[in-house]
């Protein structure tokens, strides 16, 4: 994949290297913006430093920053209304099962008794999310795609694959997924 020009909440237009500013970086894909499962995950994203990880959303730069100052989120949030970067990164439609289960039931209570709570569904709500890490080259060299709507790396999941492609200019092996073969 070139290294496309994307929106962000703020309606700026900038290329996904800008945002990496030639360091490892982290991509957050968030399933949709009333997700109980993707406000989870930017709670507990929150302390990562901005200049380190960005979300994507389907949403439009006005929806992004609403959801930005309610959940006091303080990373940039790509606008792909068009789900053009979720095709990229091989990220697509869940299965029946991978939507409504028992463990995204189970989950969805955990999450809850969390203190987070659904919103109204902002686009498509089947999408699945994921996160990847590029190295200062662009290259992704860690994915972690959703095997479930309820599942979502962990902050310190990202955290290690940032610090080891810090540590190293070659991808890792076994870790960049085969879907996903982006290049910033």
Not at 133 to 141: K, Q, T
Request: aromatic share 6%.
């Amino acid at each position: 994949m070139p290294n496309p020009i994307v929106q962000l909440h703020t309606g700026e237009a900038v290329t996904l290297a800008t945002l990496a500013n030639g360091q490892p970086h982290a991509i957050v894909f968030l399933r949709h913006l009333g997700c109980i499962f993707c406000r989870e995950h930017v709670g507990m994203l929150r302390d990562v430093p901005a200049s380190q990880l960005t979300f994507v959303a389907m949403a439009t730069p006005a929806e992004a920053e609403r959801f930005r100052a309610e959940l006091k989120v303080p990373q940039a949030i790509i606008c792909d209304p068009g789900k053009t970067l979720y095709a990229e990164f091989g990220l697509g439609e869940g299965t029946l099962g991978q939507l409504f289960s028992f463990e995204t039931f189970r989950r969805g209570i955990r999450a809850s008794m969390a203190g987070y709570r659904s919103g109204r569904p902002n686009a498509d709500p089947r999408v699945l999310g994921g996160s990847f890490v590029v190295n200062a080259e662009g290259d992704v060299v860690w994915s972690r795609p959703s095997l479930n709507a309820a599942d979502n790396a962990t902050a310190a999941e990202i955290l290690a694959a940032l610090s080891a492609a810090q540590d190293s200019t070659a991808p890792h092996a076994g870790t960049a997924s085969t879907s996903a073969t982006a290049r910033l």
